[in-house]
T-cell receptor, first 109, second 114 residues
Framework: GIQVEQSPPDLILQEGANSTLRCNFS?????LQWFHQNPWGQLINLFY???GTKQNGRLSATTVATERYSLLYISSSQTTDSGVYFC???????????FGTGTRLTVIP | EAQVTQNPRYLITVTGKKLTVTCSQN?????MSWYRQDPGLGLRQIYY???????DKGDVPEGYKVSRKEKRNFPLILESPSPNQTSLYFC?????????????FGEGSRLTVL
């Protein structure tokens, strides 16, 4: 299956700082999603972004499918942003998503 | 409220005792899927279903069964649980499949097999 690599694996930020999380994938995709897993374990869909750029409040994401990567930007981070961020990708003709191992973000006050 | 509901949320059982984790969605989604999450391994797909009576294996189907008799329900069955099935399980659904739709997750079911 397709390989999905996320970096960095861990990130510690001071509240108010900005950050960029990266997702690299090994093959062409037609589905890419970003998820946030909060400290209670809930998985929340942040973006469905197989290509292009989207923004939602302090979060934005960009996928450059031709270069096989996606970026998640978090601006003015808050403690509630803490948790694990997962990237998941799907390929043309496939019905499953492959997940990266995540970036663990800790925002300290 | 649109949601994916799993039960039980927490379960401790013993090796070999059959158990079922239920999953129900109220969004009329065609696609449903089960994942397990283990430390350092991320989420791995167990089984998925494109529609009623249509199921297929994911990456780690061994030791699990599923059925899709109704559109809203997709139970995960462990016929003879073993300790290596101790994990956090998530059910997910999507309008038209993982290829095209946003995936929505249930709250997770933490299973411990002794």
């Amino acid at each position: 299956g397709i390989q999905v690599e996320q970096s960095p694996p861990d990130l510690i930020l001071q509240e108010g700082a900005n950050s960029t999380l990266r997702c690299n994938f090994s093959d062409s995709v037609n589905n890419l999603q970003w998820f946030h897993q909060n400290p209670w374990g809930q998985l929340i869909n942040l973006f469905y972004i197989p290509s292009g750029t989207k923004q939602n409040g302090r979060l934005s994401a960009t996928t450059v499918a031709t270069e096989r990567y996606s970026l998640l930007y978090i601006s003015s981070s808050q403690t509630t942003d803490s948790g694990v961020y997962f990237c998941a990708v799907g390929q043309t003709g496939a019905n499953n998503l492959f997940f990266g191992t995540g970036t663990r973000l800790t925002v300290i006050p | 409220e649109a949601q994916v509901t799993q039960n039980p949320r927490y379960l401790i059982t013993v090796t070999g005792k059959k158990l079922t984790v239920t999953c129900s969605q109220n969004m009329n989604h065609e696609y449903m899927s089960w994942y397990r999450q283990d430390p350092g391994l991320g989420l791995r797909q167990i089984y998925y279903s494109m529609n009623v009576e249509v199921t297929d294996k994911g990456d780690v189907p061994e030791g699990y069964k599923v059925s899709r008799k109704e559109k809203r329900n997709f139970p995960l069955i462990l016929e003879s649980p073993s300790p290596n099935q101790t994990s956090l399980y998530f059910c997910a659904s999507s309008y038209r499949g993982a290829r095209t739709g946003e995936l929505f997750f249930g709250e997770g079911s933490r299973l411990t097999v002794l």
